[in-house]
């Protein structure tokens, strides 16, 4: 039986409200906002959220 480590839970908890909070300031600023932008900047706005979503979720299957 695996049994979740309650300071880990947190962390699990407060990484996904992270994410829910940022998903939708991304998508505002992935809009027209974005277009006004060097093309730079328009780049790293459009990886930020999937970024985030990824390392969440190297972090979550990574061992130990």
Do not use: C
């Not at 809009?31 to 900047?41: I, R, S, T």
């Not at 328009?42 to 990824?54: E, G, K, N, R």
């Amino acid at each position: 039986m695996v049994l979740v480590n309650p300071v880990r839970f947190w962390f699990a908890v407060f990484a996904l409200l992270g994410i829910v909070i940022v998903a939708p300031a991304w998508m505002y600023w992935t809009g027209e906002p974005l277009d006004g932008l060097p093309v730079h900047v328009q780049f790293l706005v459009s990886l930020m959220l999937p970024m985030m979503i990824l390392l969440t979720l190297a972090s979550w299957l990574q061992s130990g």
